[in-house]
């Protein structure tokens, strides 16, 4: 069983930043491979980015490219999500997601606002 706390939304004006958190609970962090989606009223969840466990090859959504950059401190069980050049559209809740094989585990998502 593995918890997921994030941390780091806010409320940023277009051309800002902010930096994402999401620390994990249990043992393995290391195997695991967390990624970070989103979710805008009225719109269904959709990915944002992926770090994966073996290699630490990352893949993004074509909308964040160049933009955001996920990484991952395993010392400290923790996945990051740098956020820049924040766009009205990226305003959404902000969820990380771990997965092992077939079981994924999610936290309850950081609120993230961009005004124009």
């Known amino acids: 069983q593995v918890q997921l706390e994030e941390s780091g939304g806010g409320l940023v004006q277009a051309g800002g930043s902010l930096r994402l958190s999401c620390t994990a609970s249990?043992?393995?962090?290391?195997?695991?491979?967390m990624g970070w989606f989103r979710q805008a009223p009225g719109k269904e969840r959709e990915f944002v980015a992926t770090?994966?466990?073996?290699?630490?090859?990352?893949y993004y959504a074509d909308s964040v490219k160049g933009r955001f950059t996920i990484s991952r401190d395993n010392a400290k069980n923790t996945v990051y999500l740098q956020m820049n050049s924040l766009k009205f559209e990226d305003t959404a809740v902000y969820y990380c997601n771990a997965r092992l094989g077939g079981t994924g585990y999610w936290g309850q998502g950081t609120q993230v606002t961009v005004s124009s």
């Open positions: 770090i994966m466990w073996i290699s630490n090859s990352t």
């Open positions: 249990g043992r393995s962090f290391s195997r695991y491979t």
